[in-house]
């Protein structure tokens, strides 16, 4: 019997090492056709352009993973970091695909393109399928915002929930027990109404949020706050209506913004593009830890993390 179990973990183990092996080999393929469809990755050498991708809810860290690899806002504020010491970077792209975030993880990436943009460095947005919110917020630092037609982009505003399970709760009769120190220590907590007052000071600090969104988008793309005001008010819109209220520059895909920021830097039409996507065998490694501390790219219903944290985000 326990010959036969040694022989069946065997042929197990062999059957998992196969389809690892054969992702890998598939992944490889993949990135090799794209490298070969794609010129922009090289040359490697040379003054270009340095790539920075938005991609997903903009948070400031995710925490650091197995494999030593930050993720979240401090990544991407990282990776401006290295992109600015590199005496071969003349111009960076910035590709969103983001609904925004929370408010303090957008400022900082904001504060820290609009730090490159006073070193002279010109820096373009490349908008993909959304741009909104805290994702618009952080393109509005840059120098020149490009969207596609169908980009979706704007819902300028912020946002905070908290679920009232308070009568669930009751249905199930379940109570909760709380001790605190101050009249106010379990505000947005679910178990019960939100009171008036705590109401008025969840809404001022909105406002305040607010107010820095407004003020720091006019800054970036050089306009009156009441320019930007009557469009403010959490609508979304595609591309050629953001072009239409000016809250883009321009209507066009990656390859239009790469060439964008090839003519502000004053580069040669060939000039590299410097990406920093993972190598194939990375990003499945990545995925499989995400696996296995049960994360998903997708999530159905209501993010709890999220409940307790103001946003500059879309939610449809």
């Excluded at 609508?235 to 209220?245: D, P, S, T």
Aim: hydrophobic content about 40%; glycine content about 8%; some cysteine.
């Amino acid at each position: 019997m326990d010959r036969n179990r040694k022989i069946l973990i065997s042929i197990l183990a062999l059957l998992v090492l196969s389809s690892v092996i054969a992702i890998v080999d598939i992944s490889l393929r993949i990135q090799k056709t794209q490298d070969t469809q794609f010129a922009l990755a090289t040359p490697k050498f040379g003054p270009g352009i340095g790539l920075v991708r938005i991609e997903g809810p903009i948070e400031m860290s995710s925490g650091t993973s197995a494999l030593g690899l930050k993720s979240g806002a401090e990544a991407i504020i990282q990776r401006l970091d290295d992109l600015e010491k590199n005496s071969s970077i003349k111009a960076v792209v910035i590709r969103i695909n983001s609904p925004g975030g929370t408010v303090a993880a957008s400022q900082e990436i904001y504060q820290k393109i609009w730090r490159l943009r006073k070193k002279n460095i010109p820096l373009v947005v490349s908008m993909a399928d959304v741009a909104a919110s805290g994702g618009y917020y952080v393109a509005s630092a840059c120098n020149y915002i490009m969207a596609n037609y169908g980009t979706i982009t704007g819902s300028i505003g912020v946002i905070a929930y908290s679920p009232n399970l308070k009568r669930l709760f009751e249905k199930l009769g379940i109570q909760m027990n709380v001790i605190k120190s101050g009249r106010f220590k379990d505000i947005l907590s679910t178990h019960r109404d939100l009171a008036p007052e705590e109401r008025i000071m969840i809404q001022e600090m909105i406002d305040a949020s607010y107010r820095k969104f407004l003020k720091d988008i006019a800054l970036g793309r050089n306009i009156n706050i009441s320019d930007i005001e009557p469009i403010a008010d959490g609508r979304v819109m595609n591309g050629e209506a953001a072009l239409k209220y000016k809250l883009i520059d321009g209507l066009g895909d990656f390859e239009d913004a790469v060439n964008k920021a090839r003519e502000l830097a004053g580069l040669s039409e060939d000039a590299p593009v410097y990406d920093d996507i993972t190598h194939p065998f990375q990003q499945l490694l990545m995925n499989m830890e995400g696996m296995f501390r049960g994360q998903t790219i997708l999530k159905e219903g209501m993010d709890y993390n999220n409940l307790y944290k103001f946003e500059y985000r879309y939610l449809p």
